[in-house]
Protein backbone atom coordinates (compact mmCIF):
# COMPACT_ATOMS: atom_id res chain seq x y z
CA UNK A 1 0.00 0.00 0.00
CA UNK A 2 1.34 3.58 -0.95
CA UNK A 3 0.51 5.65 2.04
CA UNK A 4 1.16 9.43 2.70
CA UNK A 5 2.02 10.42 5.99
CA UNK A 6 1.48 14.43 7.00
CA UNK A 7 3.03 15.82 9.26
CA UNK A 8 3.62 19.49 10.03
CA UNK A 9 7.55 18.64 10.95
CA UNK A 10 9.60 15.40 10.11
CA UNK A 11 13.14 14.65 10.31
CA UNK A 12 15.55 15.87 11.17
CA UNK A 13 13.44 17.78 13.36
CA UNK A 14 13.31 16.61 16.91
CA UNK A 15 10.15 15.81 19.16
CA UNK A 16 7.88 13.28 19.78
CA UNK A 17 5.39 13.82 16.95
CA UNK A 18 8.40 13.62 15.09
CA UNK A 19 9.76 10.81 16.06
CA UNK A 20 6.06 8.58 15.40
CA UNK A 21 5.82 9.86 11.98
CA UNK A 22 9.16 8.22 11.65
CA UNK A 23 8.87 5.05 13.07
CA UNK A 24 5.24 4.41 12.03
CA UNK A 25 6.81 5.00 8.44
CA UNK A 26 10.10 2.77 9.22
CA UNK A 27 7.77 -0.18 11.02
CA UNK A 28 4.95 0.02 7.93
CA UNK A 29 7.95 -0.01 5.40
CA UNK A 30 9.75 -3.12 6.88
CA UNK A 31 6.36 -5.08 6.44
CA UNK A 32 6.39 -3.88 2.52
CA UNK A 33 4.33 -0.68 2.31
CA UNK A 34 5.59 2.17 0.75
CA UNK A 35 5.54 5.24 2.97
CA UNK A 36 6.17 8.74 1.82
CA UNK A 37 5.90 12.04 4.03
CA UNK A 38 4.62 15.82 3.49
CA UNK A 39 5.37 18.14 5.76
CA UNK A 40 6.45 22.06 6.13
CA UNK A 41 9.76 23.17 5.25
CA UNK A 42 11.17 24.18 8.61
CA UNK A 43 11.68 22.48 11.79
CA UNK A 44 9.87 24.72 14.47
CA UNK A 45 10.94 27.81 15.32
CA UNK A 46 13.64 27.79 13.06
CA UNK A 47 14.69 29.90 10.50
CA UNK A 48 16.29 27.95 8.09
CA UNK A 49 14.43 26.24 5.49
CA UNK A 50 15.22 22.67 4.59
CA UNK A 51 15.38 20.67 1.05
CA UNK A 52 11.92 20.98 -0.80
CA UNK A 53 12.93 16.81 -1.47
CA UNK A 54 14.93 14.25 0.51
CA UNK A 55 15.29 10.55 1.48
CA UNK A 56 15.20 9.87 4.96
CA UNK A 57 16.11 6.82 5.74
CA UNK A 58 14.99 5.31 2.37
CA UNK A 59 11.32 7.32 3.00
CA UNK A 60 10.60 10.09 0.48
CA UNK A 61 10.31 13.16 1.79
CA UNK A 62 8.39 16.28 0.43
CA UNK A 63 8.69 19.83 2.30
CA UNK A 64 6.23 22.37 1.30
CA UNK A 65 6.73 26.62 2.37
CA UNK A 66 3.74 27.70 4.31
CA UNK A 67 2.06 30.85 5.74
CA UNK A 68 2.52 30.91 9.88
CA UNK A 69 -0.17 31.74 11.64
CA UNK A 70 1.64 30.92 15.11
CA UNK A 71 -1.14 28.48 15.74
CA UNK A 72 -2.35 27.81 12.35
CA UNK A 73 0.75 26.74 9.65
CA UNK A 74 -1.36 27.19 6.59
CA UNK A 75 0.43 25.58 3.42
CA UNK A 76 -1.99 24.21 0.42
CA UNK A 77 0.75 22.92 -1.54
CA UNK A 78 0.46 19.38 0.95
CA UNK A 79 -2.36 18.65 -1.30
CA UNK A 80 0.31 17.94 -4.67
CA UNK A 81 1.51 14.89 -2.45
CA UNK A 82 -1.56 13.22 -2.54
CA UNK A 83 -1.08 12.29 -6.08
CA UNK A 84 -0.67 8.50 -6.62
CA UNK A 85 -1.49 7.32 -3.07
CA UNK A 86 -3.71 4.56 -1.62
CA UNK A 87 -4.44 6.57 1.41
CA UNK A 88 -3.21 9.88 3.52
CA UNK A 89 -2.41 9.73 7.19
CA UNK A 90 -2.30 12.92 8.90
CA UNK A 91 -0.76 13.22 12.07
CA UNK A 92 -2.25 15.94 14.48
CA UNK A 93 -5.16 18.13 14.41
CA UNK A 94 -4.62 21.70 12.63
CA UNK A 95 -4.25 23.20 8.95
CA UNK A 96 -2.97 19.80 7.71
CA UNK A 97 -6.03 17.30 9.31
CA UNK A 98 -8.57 20.25 8.44
CA UNK A 99 -7.38 20.86 4.56
CA UNK A 100 -6.74 17.22 3.43
CA UNK A 101 -10.17 16.51 5.04
CA UNK A 102 -12.08 19.48 3.05
CA UNK A 103 -10.57 18.54 0.10
CA UNK A 104 -11.53 14.95 -0.03
CA UNK A 105 -13.65 15.46 -2.90
CA UNK A 106 -10.59 16.57 -4.71
CA UNK A 107 -7.85 14.39 -4.16
CA UNK A 108 -10.76 11.36 -3.66
CA UNK A 109 -8.40 8.99 -1.00
CA UNK A 110 -9.04 8.10 2.30
CA UNK A 111 -8.26 10.35 5.41
CA UNK A 112 -6.97 8.57 8.52
CA UNK A 113 -6.28 10.85 11.46
CA UNK A 114 -3.97 10.93 14.35
CA UNK A 115 -5.73 12.48 17.40
CA UNK A 116 -1.61 13.75 19.05
CA UNK A 117 -3.50 15.50 22.18
CA UNK A 118 -5.80 17.81 19.80
CA UNK A 119 -5.11 21.07 20.26
CA UNK A 120 -5.11 21.07 23.86
CA UNK A 121 -1.19 21.09 25.33
CA UNK A 122 -1.48 24.51 26.52
CA UNK A 123 -4.24 26.90 27.93
CA UNK A 124 -3.11 29.40 25.41
CA UNK A 125 -5.93 30.68 23.45
CA UNK A 126 -8.66 28.45 25.37
CA UNK A 127 -11.45 29.77 24.39
CA UNK A 128 -10.49 30.19 20.39
CA UNK A 129 -9.02 26.46 20.79
CA UNK A 130 -12.21 25.32 22.55
CA UNK A 131 -14.45 26.95 19.70
CA UNK A 132 -12.46 24.96 16.97
CA UNK A 133 -12.59 21.83 18.98
CA UNK A 134 -15.91 21.80 19.31
CA UNK A 135 -17.31 23.26 16.10
CA UNK A 136 -14.72 22.72 13.55
CA UNK A 137 -13.51 19.43 14.43
CA UNK A 138 -17.06 17.80 15.24
CA UNK A 139 -17.87 18.63 11.58
CA UNK A 140 -14.05 17.61 9.88
CA UNK A 141 -13.53 14.60 11.42
CA UNK A 142 -17.03 13.13 10.41
CA UNK A 143 -15.23 13.11 7.19
CA UNK A 144 -12.14 10.65 8.06
CA UNK A 145 -12.52 7.29 7.01
CA UNK A 146 -10.74 6.49 10.89
CA UNK A 147 -9.95 8.91 13.74
CA UNK A 148 -7.17 7.27 16.06
CA UNK A 149 -7.03 8.31 19.23
CA UNK A 150 -2.91 8.02 20.83
CA UNK A 151 -3.71 7.61 24.03
CA UNK A 152 -7.21 6.70 26.56
CA UNK A 153 -7.03 10.59 27.66
CA UNK A 154 -7.78 11.63 23.65
CA UNK A 155 -10.14 8.63 23.46
CA UNK A 156 -12.09 9.63 26.01
CA UNK A 157 -11.91 13.87 24.35
CA UNK A 158 -12.35 12.81 21.08
CA UNK A 159 -15.32 10.67 21.26
CA UNK A 160 -17.19 13.64 22.28
CA UNK A 161 -17.33 14.97 18.76
CA UNK A 162 -16.52 12.22 16.62
CA UNK A 163 -17.99 8.80 17.87
CA UNK A 164 -16.12 6.80 15.16
CA UNK A 165 -13.02 7.52 17.17
CA UNK A 166 -11.32 4.14 18.18
CA UNK A 167 -7.90 3.98 20.51
CA UNK A 168 -4.55 3.10 18.92
CA UNK A 169 -2.24 4.11 21.03
CA UNK A 170 1.63 5.53 19.76
CA UNK A 171 3.98 2.86 19.88
CA UNK A 172 7.79 2.28 20.00
CA UNK A 173 11.14 0.92 19.36
CA UNK A 174 11.00 -0.93 22.65
CA UNK A 175 14.60 -2.80 21.60
CA UNK A 176 16.13 0.89 20.55
CA UNK A 177 17.54 1.12 24.51
CA UNK A 178 16.85 -2.08 25.83
CA UNK A 179 20.66 -2.77 26.40
CA UNK A 180 20.94 0.42 28.09
CA UNK A 181 22.22 0.14 31.89
CA UNK A 182 21.12 3.48 34.03
CA UNK A 183 23.58 5.36 35.50
CA UNK A 184 22.95 6.85 39.39
CA UNK A 185 20.06 7.83 40.68
CA UNK A 186 20.89 11.16 41.54
CA UNK A 187 20.97 11.98 38.28
CA UNK A 188 17.77 12.56 36.94
CA UNK A 189 17.19 13.03 33.38
CA UNK A 190 13.76 14.83 31.26
CA UNK A 191 13.64 14.53 27.71
CA UNK A 192 11.02 16.56 25.63
CA UNK A 193 10.07 19.60 23.85
CA UNK A 194 10.82 23.14 26.90
CA UNK A 195 7.74 24.25 26.82
CA UNK A 196 5.38 26.34 29.28
CA UNK A 197 3.13 23.12 29.72
CA UNK A 198 6.24 21.12 31.06
CA UNK A 199 6.74 22.94 34.04
CA UNK A 200 10.24 22.64 33.86
CA UNK A 201 10.83 25.71 36.64
CA UNK A 202 8.74 23.08 39.43
CA UNK A 203 11.44 20.53 38.65
CA UNK A 204 14.04 23.22 39.19
CA UNK A 205 12.59 24.38 42.44
CA UNK A 206 12.15 20.45 43.83
CA UNK A 207 15.69 20.20 42.70
CA UNK A 208 16.52 23.15 45.04
CA UNK A 209 14.37 21.39 48.08
CA UNK A 210 16.60 18.25 47.41
CA UNK A 211 20.38 20.15 46.77
CA UNK A 212 21.67 20.27 50.41
CA UNK A 213 19.88 16.53 51.34
CA UNK A 214 21.44 14.65 48.01
CA UNK A 215 24.69 15.44 47.62
CA UNK A 216 26.27 15.18 43.66
CA UNK A 217 22.40 15.87 42.47
CA UNK A 218 22.20 16.90 38.88
CA UNK A 219 19.06 17.37 36.82
CA UNK A 220 19.52 16.94 32.70
CA UNK A 221 17.09 18.63 30.41
CA UNK A 222 17.21 17.68 27.11
CA UNK A 223 15.19 19.05 24.33
CA UNK A 224 14.73 21.64 22.20
CA UNK A 225 13.60 25.31 23.70
CA UNK A 226 10.04 25.12 22.12
CA UNK A 227 8.63 28.18 24.12
CA UNK A 228 11.88 30.29 24.44
CA UNK A 229 12.02 29.33 28.17
CA UNK A 230 16.20 28.67 28.29
CA UNK A 231 17.12 32.61 29.39
CA UNK A 232 14.42 32.46 32.13
CA UNK A 233 14.78 28.37 33.34
CA UNK A 234 18.23 29.69 34.34
CA UNK A 235 18.01 32.54 35.70
CA UNK A 236 15.78 31.07 38.18
CA UNK A 237 18.16 28.52 38.83
CA UNK A 238 20.93 31.24 39.30
CA UNK A 239 18.51 32.70 41.96
CA UNK A 240 17.90 29.06 43.30
CA UNK A 241 21.34 28.73 43.21
CA UNK A 242 20.87 25.63 41.76
CA UNK A 243 22.74 26.15 38.55
CA UNK A 244 25.64 23.66 38.43
CA UNK A 245 22.80 21.11 39.44
CA UNK A 246 20.87 21.78 36.26
CA UNK A 247 22.24 21.36 32.64
CA UNK A 248 20.50 22.47 29.36
CA UNK A 249 21.77 20.11 27.00
CA UNK A 250 19.80 21.01 24.17
CA UNK A 251 18.14 18.23 21.42
CA UNK A 252 19.84 15.06 21.58
CA UNK A 253 19.94 12.49 18.76
CA UNK A 254 18.94 8.51 19.46
CA UNK A 255 23.12 8.17 19.61
CA UNK A 256 23.09 10.87 22.68
CA UNK A 257 19.78 9.82 23.94
CA UNK A 258 21.41 6.60 24.98
CA UNK A 259 24.49 7.95 26.47
CA UNK A 260 22.13 10.37 28.76
CA UNK A 261 20.08 6.70 29.58
CA UNK A 262 23.49 5.46 30.35
CA UNK A 263 23.87 8.34 32.70
CA UNK A 264 20.88 8.97 34.52
CA UNK A 265 18.97 6.63 36.68
CA UNK A 266 15.61 8.35 37.09
CA UNK A 267 13.28 9.74 34.77
CA UNK A 268 11.32 12.75 35.66
CA UNK A 269 8.77 15.16 34.28
CA UNK A 270 6.29 18.03 36.05
CA UNK A 271 4.18 18.08 32.78
CA UNK A 272 0.55 19.51 33.32
CA UNK A 273 -0.62 17.92 30.15
CA UNK A 274 0.57 15.31 27.45
CA UNK A 275 -1.04 13.70 24.47
CA UNK A 276 0.78 10.28 25.32
CA UNK A 277 4.22 10.61 26.79
CA UNK A 278 5.89 9.08 24.42
CA UNK A 279 9.21 10.20 26.50
CA UNK A 280 8.42 8.57 29.17
CA UNK A 281 8.14 5.04 27.55
CA UNK A 282 11.32 5.45 25.92
CA UNK A 283 13.21 6.30 29.24
CA UNK A 284 11.35 3.10 30.60
CA UNK A 285 12.30 1.22 27.91
CA UNK A 286 16.16 2.25 28.77
CA UNK A 287 15.62 0.95 32.31
CA UNK A 288 15.17 4.35 33.83
CA UNK A 289 13.06 4.57 36.64
CA UNK A 290 9.99 7.18 35.53
CA UNK A 291 9.08 10.09 38.74
CA UNK A 292 6.86 11.97 36.75
CA UNK A 293 3.20 14.05 37.24
CA UNK A 294 0.35 12.11 37.53
CA UNK A 295 -1.52 13.34 34.58
CA UNK A 296 -4.16 11.76 32.51
CA UNK A 297 -1.48 10.17 30.06
CA UNK A 298 1.36 9.34 32.41
CA UNK A 299 -1.38 7.28 34.59
CA UNK A 300 -1.90 5.18 31.65
CA UNK A 301 1.72 3.74 31.66
CA UNK A 302 3.08 4.29 34.97
CA UNK A 303 1.54 2.35 37.82
CA UNK A 304 2.78 4.01 41.21
CA UNK A 305 5.23 1.79 43.59
CA UNK A 306 5.63 -0.90 40.89
CA UNK A 307 7.00 0.51 37.22
CA UNK A 308 7.60 4.27 38.51
CA UNK A 309 6.48 6.75 40.98
CA UNK A 310 3.41 9.66 39.98
CA UNK A 311 3.97 12.53 42.22
CA UNK A 312 2.73 15.96 42.31
CA UNK A 313 4.79 18.79 41.45
CA UNK A 314 2.72 21.52 41.73
CA UNK A 315 4.03 21.11 45.03
CA UNK A 316 7.58 21.26 44.60
CA UNK A 317 8.17 21.22 48.21
CA UNK A 318 6.09 17.45 49.00
CA UNK A 319 7.62 16.31 45.32
CA UNK A 320 11.10 16.53 46.85
CA UNK A 321 10.12 14.91 50.27
CA UNK A 322 8.41 12.03 48.00
CA UNK A 323 12.08 11.51 45.71
CA UNK A 324 14.03 12.14 49.04
CA UNK A 325 12.28 8.74 49.92
CA UNK A 326 12.20 7.11 46.61
CA UNK A 327 16.36 7.82 46.52
CA UNK A 328 16.45 5.96 49.77
CA UNK A 329 15.07 2.89 48.40
CA UNK A 330 16.88 -0.13 48.45
CA UNK A 331 19.30 -0.63 45.53
CA UNK A 332 17.68 -3.80 44.34
CA UNK A 333 13.58 -2.36 44.96
CA UNK A 334 14.52 0.44 42.24
CA UNK A 335 16.33 -2.11 40.11
CA UNK A 336 13.15 -4.31 40.07
CA UNK A 337 11.04 -0.95 39.31
CA UNK A 338 13.14 0.04 36.81
CA UNK A 339 13.16 -3.88 35.11
CA UNK A 340 9.21 -3.76 35.59
CA UNK A 341 9.61 -0.52 33.71
CA UNK A 342 11.19 -2.02 30.75
CA UNK A 343 8.79 -4.87 30.44
CA UNK A 344 5.84 -1.83 30.87
CA UNK A 345 7.49 -0.44 27.68
CA UNK A 346 7.62 -3.82 25.42
CA UNK A 347 4.07 -3.71 25.57
CA UNK A 348 3.92 -0.37 23.62
CA UNK A 349 6.54 -1.57 20.99
CA UNK A 350 5.91 -1.19 17.29
CA UNK A 351 5.88 -4.60 16.73
CA UNK A 352 2.57 -5.30 17.74
CA UNK A 353 1.21 -1.98 16.80
CA UNK A 354 1.72 -1.74 13.29
CA UNK A 355 -0.42 -4.98 12.64
CA UNK A 356 -3.43 -2.92 14.71
CA UNK A 357 -2.08 0.16 12.18
CA UNK A 358 -2.56 -2.30 8.94
CA UNK A 359 -6.07 -3.55 9.35
CA UNK A 360 -7.21 0.20 10.01
CA UNK A 361 -5.46 1.39 6.88
CA UNK A 362 -7.35 -1.42 4.92
CA UNK A 363 -10.76 -1.06 6.07
CA UNK A 364 -10.44 2.67 5.60
CA UNK A 365 -9.30 1.32 1.87
CA UNK A 366 -12.27 -0.88 1.52
CA UNK A 367 -15.32 2.06 2.14
Known amino acids: MKVLHAVHHFAPCVGGLER ?35 TVQGIEVQRVPFFDLNYYKVAPRILEAAEGVDLIHVHGIGFFSDWFLLTKFLHRKPVVVSTHGGVFHTRNLGLAKGLYFQVVQR ?26 TVLL ?14 GAKTNWLFVGRLAGNKRLDRLIETVWHLKNDVPGLKLFLVGDDFGGLTPRLQALARQLSVQRNVEFCGPASDRE ?9 LFVSASEYEGFGLSVLEAMSAGLVPAVQKNEAFRHVVRHGENGFLLDYSKPELAAEELHEILKLPAKKLAETGKAARAAAQGFDWGQRVKELEAVYQQAVKR
Not at 34 to 45: A, N, P, Q, Y
Open 169 to 182: ENAIDADKFSKVIP
Open 139 to 164: LLLGLADAVLAVSKNDLALFQGICPK
Open 20 to 54: VALDSCLALKARGHDCRVVCLDKCSKAETRLPARE
Open 257 to 265: LKAYFAKCG
